[in-house]
């Protein structure tokens, strides 16, 4: 491949695209934009410190949600402020380099929010079904490689997607019908035959969505059958109480990158794909904070002291 600024063959230099997202946004939507990115960061940044300060909060289900927490607040640091900046200078330029960074931290947060989601529901159902022996599976080495797994296993596969794309010769219009660089809206800019490309797009998403959403419903179905053989009632609510919090963030989570990406595609769709894109870009970076701390005694009970509160 050349250089990115450069295209192959006969076809002229590439300086960078224009964001469609931004046509008909005004500079108070880009306001609510950076008012809503400030909301995350201190939202999930709380989240962070709590669990961080608290002794009592230094369990392996608060480990992974201070990591969710981080993965929340780069995610939105990746489009917000792009986004809330373009709409304040009615701009939607992003240079060549800025459209491929955007688009690999944005595959590759993603794909880190699946695993860690995915160890989450891990640690939930060995709480549930083999409560003797939690602390002994669900040890600090098993949490950290589990962690530094969800990272790893991302890092290099978003790489080759990222690049296969960039690869690609661009012809003729630069404007990009969305708010950010993805993929899909990206590659229909391209002059050369894309099949390649979404062929490693639905690997990447079997392998790193799909897996880990089966594996965490799995999880669930085990925790189900558990709960349902627990023979008090006060046990039984308990047990889900303790798996209420993270179900509600998986279907947030999910459940709005699904309605984005598996919705028929039309030609009037695009207006509601770009809608449903903010959906799971703001939803779940800025409601889960709130989730965690709202439905969660412990974790109230910390932000309490560290407040100084009774």
């Not at 950010?180 to 391209?190: A, K, Q, R, T």
Request: charged residues 10%; hydrophobic residues 50%.
């Amino acid at each position: 491949m050349e250089s990115l600024y450069y295209l192959r063959g006969n076809h002229s230099t590439a300086p960078g695209f224009i964001l469609l997202g931004y046509s008909s946004l005004t500079d108070l939507q880009g306001l609510l934009f950076l008012v809503i990115y400030v909301v995350i960061l201190l939202g999930n940044g709380v989240l962070v410190l709590v669990t961080l300060l608290d002794s009592a909060l230094h369990t392996p289900m608060y480990f992974f949600l201070r990591n969710l927490a981080l993965v929340e607040m780069a995610y939105s640091s990746v489009t917000l402020p792009k986004m809330a900046a373009n709409c304040l200078a009615g701009d939607g330029s992003i240079s060549f380099t800025g459209c491929a960074a955007q688009m690999y931290f944005l595959l590759f947060l993603g794909g880190t929010e699946c695993f860690l989601l995915a160890a989450m529901a891990y640690d939930r159902c060995v709480a549930v079904c083999n409560p003797l022996r939690y602390t002994l599976i669900v040890n600090r080495e098993a949490c950290a490689w589990l962690v530094a797994g969800s990272w790893l296993v991302n890092f290099p596969v978003h790489i080759g997607q990222t690049y296969l794309v960039f690869a690609l010769p661009f012809c003729g219009s630069h404007e990009i019908n969305h708010f950010f660089c993805d993929i899909p809206p990206v590659l229909e800019l391209s002059c050369a035959d894309t099949y390649r490309n979404k062929i490693a797009v639905c690997a990447a998403l079997l392998l790193l969505v799909i897996t880990p959403f089966l594996f965490i419903v799995s999880s669930y179905i085990k925790i189900a059958g558990a709960v349902l053989r627990m023979p008090s009632a006060q046990g039984r609510h308990k047990a889900f109480s303790t798996c209420s919090s993270h179900l509600t963030v998986v279907t947030l989570f999910y459940g709005s990158a699904m309605v984005a990406y598996l919705k028929p595609k039309t030609g009037e769709s695009v207006d509601i794909d770009k809608l449903l894109s903010l959906l799971y870009t703001i939803v779940t970076p800025i409601f889960n904070p709130f989730i965690y701390s709202l439905r969660n005694k412990e974790v109230n009970v910390a932000l309490r002291k560290i407040l100084g509160g009774k």
